[in-house]
């Protein structure tokens, strides 16, 4: 399997990982205003599946960067999602979360949604750099 393909599927892998913990977290009732897909959605006239369509976009870009980056960054595989992780984050907290009306580093929703957003890309990174190196 050549290297995009990798990428792109340790891409959906890890989204899919990420839309569960993002289910639960809502299912939960844990920080209902950091709804990414509602913001997505937003963002293309409101409708919810088109929300979903560009998150799992975003998620298999991941894997595409990733499979370019791939040993140009440090560590293994999963240090190296990590760090894809931790940059895609700063990228979404400075650019679009103020884009979506939440200000620098979410500040609109309080201290909890950069804590969270951070988690979930560091575990999104994780997954993803696990499952491209597993190929």
Do not use: C, E
Not at 10 to 35: R, Y
Not at 65 to 72: E, M, R, S, W
């Amino acid at each position: 399997m050549n290297n995009i393909a990798r990428g792109i599927i340790a891409g959906l892998v890890a989204t899919v990982v990420l839309s569960l913990l993002m289910m639960m977290k809502s299912a939960m009732g844990m920080m209902p205003q950091l709804d990414v897909i509602a913001m997505l959605a937003g963002m293309m006239g409101g409708i919810k599946a088109l929300g979903w369509m560009a998150h799992f976009m975003v998620g298999m870009g991941y894997g595409l960067v990733f499979a370019f980056l791939h040993g140009k960054l440090p560590g293994p595989s999963v240090v190296q999602g990590i760090i894809l992780g931790i940059i895609g984050w700063l990228v979404m907290m400075s650019m679009l979360m103020p884009m979506m009306g939440a200000g620098l580093f979410a500040v609109a929703m309080g201290m909890m949604a950069p804590v969270a957003t951070f988690m979930l890309h560091v575990i999104f990174g994780g997954v993803l750099g696990w499952t491209y190196g597993k190929f």
